[in-house]
């Protein structure tokens, strides 16, 4: 069964750098392009970060973006979320999702606190 | 930067239809698909493509489109439907994705 499993949350400083995990199974990663969203507390969604099936283009909502950086590696079914530069409005829960029609697929959640 | 509107709450009795809209821009030309939300947990995909529901969502739940304005219409609202529901859709590009603002249905 598909399962996506996000790591690497936790509490940082602000300004500081945290990089999410987001480990894929039971379907071929390599063929899907993946999201990141996030829900901060008490908050509606947020779409953060697409990047196509194979890395070669990615896009950003405009509130990370030159801030986060997505990648993925497909030999390790794995897709990544590099965020610099945090600020306190990016504590959140942080979701991997497929969302490509009714492949829609999402992982737990990781929740990233940004607090001095 | 691109935006879906939605209402902040709807509000009705079980048995009643509950209509929760969500407009913006580019929705004549973009698919929306529409997210249902339980506390807690991660969202359930409940409508695809403006109006097609996936497999194991109960035939109450529909979608339709209009212009720049779609709306999920849930009809013989049950108790259990009570959530918070997300419209989600790109911009005119296809390159930037959005949520709607969210509507908290409640059922009472």
């Known amino acids: 069964q598909v399962q996506l499993v996000e790591s690497g949350g936790g509490v940082v400083q602000p300004g500081r750098s945290l990089r999410l995990s987001c480990a894929a199974s039971?379907?071929?990663?390599?063929?899907?392009?993946m999201h990141w969203v996030r829900q901060a507390p008490g908050k509606g969604l947020e779409w953060v970060a697409v990047i196509w099936y194979d890395g070669s283009n990615e896009y950003y909502a405009d509130s990370v973006k030159g801030r986060f950086t997505i990648s993925r590696d497909n030999s390790k079914n794995t897709l990544y979320l590099q965020m610099n530069s945090l600020r306190v409005e990016d504590t959140a829960v942080y979701y991997c999702?497929?969302?490509?029609?009714?492949?829609?697929?999402w992982g737990q959640g990781t929740l990233v606190t940004v607090s001095s | 930067s691109y935006e879906l509107t939605q209402p902040p709450s709807v509000s009705v009795s079980p048995g009643q239809t509950a209509r929760i809209t969500c407009s913006g821009d580019?929705?004549?030309?973009?698919?929306t698909y529409w997210y249902q939300q339980k506390s807690g947990q991660a969202p359930v995909l409940v409508i695809y493509e403006d109006s097609k529901r996936p497999s194991g969502i109960p035939e109450r739940i529909s979608g339709s489109s209009s212009g720049t304005m779609v709306t999920l219409t849930i009809s013989g609202a049950q108790v259990e439907d009570e959530a918070d529901y997300y419209c989600y859709s790109t911009d005119s590009s296809g390159n930037h994705w959005v949520f709607g603002g969210g509507t908290k249905l409640t059922v009472l």
């Open positions: 580019a929705l004549p030309k973009k698919y």
């Open positions: 999702a497929t969302l490509y029609s009714t492949f829609d697929w």
């Open positions: 039971g379907f071929s990663f390599s063929t899907y392009g």
